[in-house]
């Protein structure tokens, strides 16, 4: 395959086998490459001509970087650095796949199928249950039914006082208009 650039030229077809090698994709420098396999994925989950800021396209886009550093660490895989850039564009397609997921769900699912991405959903968060939170938790329910037993007999008297009132309303209503109380 050749560079974009040299793709069109109608002489290209004329040319030797060790010219058309140095213009292929073979010899193009890695930020050439990536350039096209970003554009490649792109041109996929593209709405319009003119989308570029979607979250598809987003998506795309970051997937792209994330192969290109999962090729690199295979032949590097002491190159902390890069694996830290890998590992936070996993987490923010990730998290732009959680919105796509929960925005447009098929437009997620067209994506994921489009781009080959294997989505999981992320574990429920569990807090572990240490000594002090239950004890702490344990001491506020307490706490709670303390109060809820000293509000009671307030809450016992509102709620006579309004059924007291709806009763009043009640016999009010079902009076008839003209008969004097």
Known sequence: ??????????IINSVDDVVK????LEMASQKEKM?????????????????????????AV????????KEHLQCHPKDKNNRRRMLMAVDRRNKLLAYLRRVRY?????????????YSLP????????????????????????VQKLKAPQRLKERR??????RAAREAAAQPEGTPA
């Open 35 to 59: 350039k096209i396999k970003t554009q490649q994925l792109v041109e996929k989950v593209r709405r319009s001509p003119n989308d570029n800021g979607s979250s598809e396209v987003q998506i």
């Open 106 to 118: 098929d437009t997620f699912e067209n994506t994921c199928k489009q781009l080959d991405i294997q």
């Open 1 to 10: 395959m050749l560079k974009k650039d040299f793709a069109n030229v109608p």
């Open 21 to 24: 090698r140095l213009l292929s």
């Open 161 to 166: 006082e309004r059924q007291a009132r709806a």
């Open 123 to 146: 574990p429920p968060y569990l807090r572990k249950a240490t000594k002090r939170w239950l004890v702490k938790k344990a001491f506020c329910i307490k706490v709670f039914q303390e």
């Open 62 to 69: 970051l997937t792209a970087k994330i192969r290109t550093y």
